[in-house]
C-alpha cells in the first residue's frame, strides 16, 4: 500500500471539504451520484390487486427510466386526508399525490398545472369523463390527471326479481314498484340515508334525475328549495314507509353491501365492489347478484361517481419525474389496460375511448357497468367543487334533510332547514 | 487508607469555581433544572397551543394564505345548525356519562374493596376496557348495536325484552346517544373505579370500627366516612374525566360519525368534519377551542376544591 504523506493527506482533505461544501451550499450532488427518485401516496386500493400490479408497473418503471420510485400507501378515508393537509401545511412530503373528488379543488393552489399530460392522454384515450373534468380542471387549469373512477350501479338479486315476475326498472319511479313486491318478500330496497357518503351518491342521482340542485352553476345561489327537491323528498319517504326499513337511517358506507351479501336487501345502489367482495369470498349470495343499467328520471340519467385522478405538489422538486410516472402509467395503452384489468372492473378508466374496456367482458355481470347515455358528476353538481360545495356535502346537508323528512319533519320544513344551512355555508 | 492525607490536585481554574459557586446558589439551580422540561413544555404544549389560538381566529384554510378576523369565527358558529346541536350534545354527553361513571365507579369500588374470591383477577380484568385501544373495541360496540348483526337486540328479542326487531341503535337520536354514552361510561369506569378504590383502601379501618361501635349503620358510615374521605380523589378523577369525555372523539367517529342528523357530534368530531374535511382549519380550531374557557374556569374550581380538602 502506497503510503500517503503528511502533504497528499491534508490537500486531498482540504479538496474532500472544499467539495462537501460545495454540495451543502447548492444543495446539488454532483451528477455521477445524482438518481432520480419520486415518492408517490396513495390510497389503500378496495381493489388490492391494483396496488400490487401498480408496484410491479412501478419495477418497470424505474428499470425503463432509472427513476426510482417510492409508493406510500394509506387508509383512505381520514389517515390520507390527515396527511395530505400535513404535507401542505409544512410544504414538504410527497412528490405525487392520489386525490379523490374534489380534492383538487382542495388543493388546488398547491398543485402543479399538468394540463400538457392531460392533453396527451385525452389524444390517446379520448376525453376524460365529466366527472374526472368536474374533479380536476380547476378555473380553466388542470390540476390533477384524472386517473379512473369507481362509478355507482344498482345492484339487484336476479332470482328474487325473476321469482316474483318483477320487472327491471329503468327508473326511479319504476324502482318504487319493484321495492315494494321486494319488502314483502322481506328482502327490502337498501339505500342508506344517514351522514356518509353513499346516502349522497344516491341522494344527488335522484335530485338531479328529477330536476333539481343543491347550487348552482355559480356556486353561489342556494337551489334546493325547489319542487323538484320536494319530489325527490316524497319518493324518498314512500321508499322508507313501502319500500325499506329504519335500519337505513344508521347504515355506514359498507352497510348495503353486507345487506345485500348476506342475503337481505333486494335492490341496492352501489360500487360493483359488492359482488366482487360475494364472489373472492364465494358467499351463495354471488351467484344471485346482478346488475342494470342507471336510473333516470325525467330530467336524465346521472350517477354520482368516485373519480381519482394524481396531482403534483408545487413543492416538488421532481416535477418532470413525476410526470414521466403518470405518462407512463396512464400513457400507454399496454400498461393503463394491464393495471385496469387487475382491478376486477372495481375501477374503469376515465376516458371516454377506454369505456368499453375489455375488463366488462370478463364477466356477464359487469355489462351494465358500460352505461351509455349516463352521466357522471361530483358531489354538488351543477355547482363547481369549490370548498364551499365540499363544505355542504362534508356537513351531510342532503342526506340529513331526508333523514328529517322520512322521520316525521314536514317536506317544506326539512327543505326550509337545508336552505338555511346551505345559504350559511355559501354566504360565509 | 491514610488518614488525614489532602490529595492534592490542580488548583481549579476561575471559570470552574464560578461554575461551581453558581451551582451552589438556589436561584440558579433551580432554573437551570426546570428549563430542559419547560422547553419541551413550549414547543409541544404551549406551540401548538398559540397556533391552535391563531388559527381560531383567522380565516386559516389549508395551503393557502390566512388573515387575522379576530373573533368572527366563533360568532359565525352559532349561526350552524350543527354546531348549536354539537354544543348541546357536548353537555348532554359529558353530563350523563360522567354521573354514570361516578356513580357506578364507586359501587364497582365498593365491590373490588370487598374481600372476594380471585380479587387480583378480577381487579385486573376490571381495567381491560381500559387497555383495549378504544377504536377497536369501539368497533365491537359498533357490530353489537348495528341495525343488521345486533347481538343487544337479539338476546333483547330472544329473553322475551323487545319486540322485534328491536331498537334502531345508531339510526334514532336518543337511542344513538344512549349508545354513544354507554360505551364511553364501559370505557371510562375503569379509571373511576381503580382511582377511588385507591382512595377506599387509604382510608383507616380504625375509623369503620369507631362509627360501627357508635352504632352508625353500613350506609350511615358510606355516607358519613366513606364518602367525605373520598373527596379529593373524586374531585381530581371528576375533573380529569370531565376534560377527557368533553374531548372525546374516537367512541362518536366510530359508531355514528355524528349521525343521525347530527345528534351525536361532539366538538372533536365536527372539528375534524369542518377543519380537515373541509380544510376550513380556522372555524375548525374555533371549535375545538370553544369549550376551552369553560374547561378552564371548572380546572379553576375543581383544583381550589382539592386544595381546600388536601391542606
Given at each position: 500500500m502506497d503510503r500517503v504523506t503528511r502533504r497528499q493527506f491534508i490537500g486531498r482533505a482540504a479538496a474532500g471539504t472544499a467539495g462537501l461544501a460545495g454540495i451543502l451550499a447548492t444543495g446539488t450532488p454532483p451528477a455521477r451520484g445524482q438518481q432520480r427518485e419520486i415518492s408517490y401516496l396513495c390510497w389503500n386500493n378496495f381493489a388490492p390487486a391494483m396496488d400490487k400490479k401498480q408496484n410491479e408497473i412501478a419495477q418497470r418503471f424505474t428499470k425503463d427510466t432509472g427513476i426510482k420510485m417510492r409508493i406510500d400507501y394509506v387508509s383512505h378515508m381520514g389517515p390520507q386526508q390527515a396527511k395530505l393537509a400535513a404535507e401542505v401545511q409544512t410544504q414538504a412530503g410527497h412528490d405525487l399525490v392520489e386525490l379523490r373528488m374534489h380534492f383538487p379543488w382542495l388543493y388546488e393552489p398547491q398543485l402543479v398545472e399538468v394540463g400538457d399530460v392531460v392533453a396527451e392522454l385525452e389524444k390517446a384515450h379520448g376525453k376524460a369523463l365529466s366527472s374526472g373534468y368536474e374533479a380536476a380542471h380547476i378555473k380553466g387549469v388542470w390540476r390533477a390527471v384524472p386517473m379512473y373512477h369507481g362509478l355507482f350501479v344498482p345492484t339487484y338479486r336476479e332470482d328474487l326479481f325473476k321469482k316474483a315476475g318483477l320487472k327491471i326498472p329503468d327508473t326511479w319511479e319504476d324502482l318504487y314498484t319493484a321495492g315494494k313486491e321486494l319488502k314483502k318478500m322481506g328482502n327490502p330496497v337498501g339505500i342508506p340515508i344517514a351522514q356518509n357518503y353513499d346516502s349522497i351518491s344516491t341522494a344527488g342521482p335522484v335530485l338531479w334525475s328529477f330536476g333539481g340542485m343543491e347550487v348552482d352553476k355559480d356556486g353561489?345561489?342556494?337551489?334546493?328549495?325547489?319542487p323538484a327537491t320536494e319530489q325527490m323528498i316524497e319518493w324518498y319517504k314512500k321508499m322508507f314507509r313501502d319500500c325499506m326499513e329504519p335500519e337505513v337511517l344508521s347504515w355506514t358506507d359498507a352497510s348495503n353491501n353486507e345487506s345485500m351479501q348476506q342475503g337481505k336487501a333486494g335492490w341496492i345502489h352501489n360500487p360493483v365492489s359488492t359482488y366482487i367482495v360475494a364472489k373472492q369470498r364465494k358467499l351463495p349470495t354471488a351467484d344471485l347478484i346482478n346488475h342494470h343499467r342507471s336510473l333516470g328520471g325525467a330530467h336524465g340519467r346521472h350517477e354520482t361517481d368516485v373519480p381519482r385522478a394524481m396531482g403534483i405538489w408545487k413543492f416538488s422538486k421532481n416535477v418532470e419525474p413525476a410526470k414521466e410516472w403518470i405518462r407512463y402509467l396512464l400513457g400507454k395503452p399496454e400498461v393503463y389496460n394491464e393495471w385496469i384489468m387487475s382491478a376486477d372492473a372495481f375501477n374503469l378508466p376515465s376516458y371516454e375511448k377506454l369505456q368499453d374496456h375489455p375488463v366488462l367482458r370478463?364477466?356477464?355481470?359487469?355489462?351494465?357497468?358500460?352505461?351509455?347515455g349516463v352521466q357522471y358528476h361530483l358531489y354538488g353538481w351543477p355547482a363547481p367543487g369549490t370548498d364551499k360545495v365540499q363544505r355542504i356535502t362534508n356537513e351531510f346537508i342532503l342526506p340529513n334533510m331526508i333523514a328529517k323528512a322520512v322521520t316525521g319533519t314536514p317536506t317544506k320544513e326539512a327543505i326550509a332547514w337545508a336552505e338555511k344551512e346551505m345559504k350559511r355555508i355559501v354566504s360565509g | 487508607m491514610a488518614v488525614g492525607s489532602v490529595r492534592v490536585g490542580a488548583t481549579p481554574s476561575r471559570a470552574g469555581l464560578r461554575v461551581r459557586e453558581l451551582l451552589d446558589r438556589e436561584r440558579f439551580l433551580g432554573p437551570a433544572f426546570v428549563t430542559p422540561a419547560l422547553l419541551l413544555l413550549l414547543v409541544l404544549v404551549a406551540y401548538p397551543f398559540v397556533m391552535a389560538l391563531y388559527f381560531a381566529m383567522s380565516n386559516a384554510f389549508i395551503g393557502r394564505p390566512s388573515h387575522f378576523i379576530g373573533t368572527r369565527n366563533f360568532v359565525a358558529l352559532w349561526d350552524s345548525d350543527s354546531f348549536r346541536q354539537t354544543f348541546q350534545n357536548a353537555f348532554v354527553f359529558t353530563g350523563s356519562a360522567v354521573g354514570s361513571k361516578l356513580v357506578l365507579g364507586i359501587t364497582l369500588a365498593l365491590l373490588l374493596n370487598e374481600q372476594l374470591w380471585f380479587k387480583r383477577l378480577i381487579r385486573g380484568a376490571v381495567l381491560l376496557p381500559w387497555v383495549i385501544p378504544t377504536a377497536l373495541s369501539t368497533l365491537g360496540w359498533w357490530w353489537m348495536f348495528n341495525s343488521l348483526y345486533s347481538v343487544v337486540n337479539w338476546s333483547g328479542i330472544a329473553l322475551g325484552?323487545?319486540?322485534?326487531?328491536?331498537?334502531?341503535w345508531l339510526g334514532q337520536k336518543y337511542y344513538a346517544m344512549t349508545a354513544v354514552i354507554a360505551v364511553n361510561v364501559w370505557r371510562g369506569l375503569p379509571f373511576f373505579a381503580i382511582c377511588i378504590l385507591a382512595g377506599l383502601v387509604s382510608i383507616p379501618k380504625e375509623l369503620y370500627e369507631a362509627a360501627e361501635a357508635d352504632g352508625a349503620s353500613a350506609s350511615a358510615r358510606f355516607w358519613n366516612v366513606t364518602l367525605p374521605l373520598l373527596k379529593p380523589v373524586l374531585a381530581i378523577v371528576v375533573l380529569f374525566s370531565t376534560i377527557f369525555t368533553f374531548s372525546d372523539f374516537n367512541i362518536v367517529y366510530v359508531l355514528t360519525n355524528g349521525g343521525p342528523i347530527n345528534s351525536t357530534h361532539l366538538f372533536a368530531t365536527l372539528t375534524r368534519q369542518v377543519g380537515l374535511e373541509s380544510g376550513q382549519i380556522g372555524q375548525g380550531a374555533a371549535i375545538s377551542l370553544y369549550l376551552f374557557p369553560v374547561l378552564a374556569i371548572v380546572v379553576w374550581i375543581q383544583l381550589r376544591f382539592v386544595r381546600r380538602q388536601v391542606y
Open positions: 353561489q345561489t342556494v337551489r334546493i328549495n325547489s370478463t364477466d356477464p355481470k359487469y355489462a351494465a357497468l358500460s352505461a351509455p | 325484552l323487545m319486540d322485534p326487531p328491536g331498537p334502531n
